[in-house]
């Protein structure tokens, strides 16, 4: 029998949302003298740009989860939201796990600095989470007086620099000499860069401090582990933190206002429980669960964590 060929998964789809509005040609209804966007593919990254004014633009970078994601309908991080907002993006959407260490992307990056792509724009933002929000730290400069807001970011992963740094294993394993190891000291030009992590979370308090300058901006978000984006989303400040954070009026003490809906939601509360059980505090842990219905509102919350705490005790009897 002959080969029989796997059925394309984007068979008889429709086009990814940045084509369709790139198709467009307009912006507020009036045509453009230059193209509204373009979409670059190489072996390891694609560029996406969709031109909606020259305001603001995004520049973009995938976090780690999307690497695999083959599907058509595909965008770059956030650009739905970017859309909303009338701000313009470049996405780089990444196909390979390796922290965007590729000289090809370099000479990119540069090349459109060099072509003064960067310059339309009144204002440029650099964004992503974990993998991507290294990238946004270590390009920034690409940009003089960009605003950077990095989620949960690895400064770099050079073993020499950072040789307490066991996880993401996939990334320690590229190439991390030449250009841009070291996000870490390439933020002196940015305006302001903003790095929102949790700081009970030792890798990532680490990798944020070293960081320093006037320019940087610490927003902790407790007891969240490495999924900043993803609590911020749940707990439905992440739209607020990042528009405040484009416009360059949040503040540490801003943040931590808006961060106290966090109460609201069980994995604030799991968070907690966990980190004062990881240290022995077992009599916190039960104010944790005594206050947690009160606090949060949730009736069923106080016996989910009560369950919580006794795996948590049973795992250590095993051990």
């Known amino acids: 029998m002959g080969k029989i060929d796997k059925p394309d998964p984007n068979a008889g789809k429709m086009a990814p949302p940045w084509l369709r509005e790139m198709r467009k040609g307009k912006v507020d209804g009036h045509k453009l003298s230059r193209p509204h ?3 670059v593919n190489y072996q390891k990254f694609a560029a996406v740009h969709v031109a909606r004014g020259d305001d603001t633009l995004v520049v973009a970078f995938d976090n780690l989860s999307a690497v695999n994601d083959s599907s058509l309908e595909r965008e770059a991080w956030g650009d739905k939201f970017y859309a909303d907002n009338n701000w313009s993006s470049l996405g780089i959407i990444s196909f390979d796990a390796n922290w965007y260490r590729d000289d090809l992307l370099f000479d990119y990056l540069e090349g459109l600095r060099d072509q003064g792509f960067f310059k339309r724009f009144k204002k440029v933002v650099f964004t992503g989470t974990s993998m991507g929000a290294y990238a946004a730290c270590a390009f920034c400069g690409l940009s003089p ?3 950077v807001l990095a989620y949960s970011p690895q400064s770099t992963l050079k073993k020499s620099l950072v040789p307490w740094e066991k996880r ?3 990334g320690r394993q590229q190439d991390w000499n030449g250009r841009y190891a070291d996000a870490a000291a390439l933020t002196a030009t940015a305006a302001r860069v903003y790095l929102c992590y949790d700081p ?3 890798g990532d308090k680490i990798h944020a401090h070293r960081f320093s300058g006037d320019n940087i901006v610490h927003l902790h978000s407790n007891y969240v582990g490495h999924k900043t984006v993803v609590f911020m989303r749940r707990a439905g400040i992440l739209k607020s933190v990042t528009g405040m954070c484009v416009t360059g ?5 801003i943040y ?4 106290r809906s966090r109460r609201k939601l069980p994995w604030y509360y799991f968070g907690l429980i966990d980190l004062a059980m990881s240290k022995g505090h077992w009599g916190l842990a039960d104010r944790i669960i005594r206050g947690a219905k009160a606090a949060s509102g949730n009736p069923n ?3 989910a964590l009560k369950k919580r705490k006794k795996l948590f005790q049973d795992n250590q009897e095993k051990n």
């Open 37 to 39: 966007g373009f979409y």
């Open 145 to 147: 007086g960009a605003i």
């Open 168 to 170: 993401f294993n996939r």
């Open 200 to 202: 009970y979370m030792e």
């Open 249 to 253: 009026e949040m503040t540490s003490e």
């Open 256 to 259: 931590n206002d808006l961060y």
């Open 301 to 303: 919350l106080p016996n």
